[in-house]
């Protein structure tokens, strides 16, 4: 008796783990802010640089495609060679990019960094997740940590446009990247003496070619994707996606057959473990998808400054930790189901609000919809990814990471695209009916194109028709919003019956 329960006491983590959660949350924070500074620095820097238009596309993407698509294969990496071993080899290498990004002279060249960022950034984010799995058996203080993690991802994420601000406002473009450098040699310097070190004890033989199928995979699905969004479905992006899931079929069909496979299909089997892969997917579809449209109302119908307009976000940001620190505490006694339901529920309440939004509503209702939204959000993610990575065995939690963070990232590439090409068609469409007769066909497709478009151009109309151009275009947008917010609602409450329906499980009374 004496044994099992000093067993049971051995089992919760202590001062150490807990100080190691925090060295951990250091690059989930950057990871993140690395995605969102580009906001308020792209500006600057196409002033400078002078990107041509396919260039300005890499630079932003290029980041985000290498992040996602070596996700796996980093997760199974730190599997196989040690967890920690691999995270402080990323922290070097993504300090090293991030110095050769603020030092770029041509845009090649920071296409090139931004490139190898998303590299070293693929190896800390599953790394990360996995090496809290290891050191929090507890289940409970294991959701707390987890929650603590995904709070760190959705700080980087809103942190980043506002640091980017501070810093634009006395530095050089370039400045915003080397933020990096000093937190990632805190990593290195802590990371060893807190972080314990994890491997399977017989990996097998890396999967190279899994790795290769993997990443042409995630990278024809993802371009396909922003392809769509930005220039329509033609035959770039329709080729895109079919090679991207050709890939994907191949590299299925890889895993069933390798004696040792990177991807442990076995997982899928698990009830619960591919239901959490789909809401999570979801949440940040509707989280980041829809934060195209509230970014655009602030700065562009409200006409604010980046700075500005990121200011007016923060309470976004300062809300998250509220409901994740709710949903950690109620999942041990309601059930991680119901809280999973109740964050979705709440979610649902936010995107109804911001389905009124109308062409003259103010900076108030947009950052308390999205606020709500950011509560339910925050509960979902921080219980679901901890539903993810209990799910798989210790020896696995690498991959089952990996796969959870594809997931968000699958997600949020959805969100964007398919919110974003429903709201051009609804935008184009309207402003083609509802634009002053005066315009000439040519400024007609400059208003019709992109909101910015529109106010670009009503700026150098006459005061007259300039009034009734902005108040044309201020009106599409509010209905492309209201359209992507019930699309959201929608969505979200069919998640929470998801939920509800197939992740319940009877309750067990001592």
Known sequence: MNGTVKDRVTERAGRRQWAGLAVLVLPCVLVSMDMSIMFTTLPTLTADLRPSSSELLWIMDGYGFMLAGLLITMGTLGDRFGRRRVLLGGAVAFGLASALAAFSTTPQTLIVARMLLGVAGATLAPSTLSLIRAMFNDEKQRTTAVGVWTAGFAGGAVLGPIIGGLLLEHFWWGSVFLVNIPVMALLLALGPLLLPEFRVPAPGRFDLAGAILSLLAVLGVIYGIKSGAEHGFGAPALLSLAAGLAFGYVFLRHQRRSPHPMLDLGLFRERRFSVALGIDALATFGMVGFSLFSWQFLQLVLGMEPFTAALWTLPTFLVMPVGIALATMAAPRLGKDRVI?????????????????????????????????????????????????????????????????????????????????????????????????????????????????????????????????????????????????????????AGALLVATVLRRPRTHP
């Open 341 to 493: 339901t109740a964050g979705l529920t709440i979610a649902v309440a936010g995107f109804i609000q911001l389905a009124f939004t109308g062409a003259h509503s103010g900076s108030l209702h947009i950052v308390i919809g999205m606020g709500i939204v950011s509560i339910g959000i925050a509960a979902v993610s921080a219980v679901v990814t901890e539903v993810i990575v209990s799910a798989a065995p210790p020896e696995r939690a690498g991959a089952a990471s990996a796969m959870a963070e594809t997931s968000a990232e699958f997600g949020g590439a959805l969100g964007i695209a398919i919110l974003g090409s429903i709201g051009a068609a609804l935008y184009r469409a309207d402003i083609t009916a509802t634009a002053p007769g005066s315009l000439d066909p040519q400024q007609l497709e400059a208003a019709a194109a992109t909101l910015g478009g529109a106010v670009d151009l009503a700026a150098d109309l006459p005061l007259s028709i300039a009034a009734a151009m902005r108040d044309s275009a201020f009106a599409a947008f509010a209905h492309e919003t209201r359209i992507a917010a019930v699309v959201c609602a929608a969505l979200a409450a």
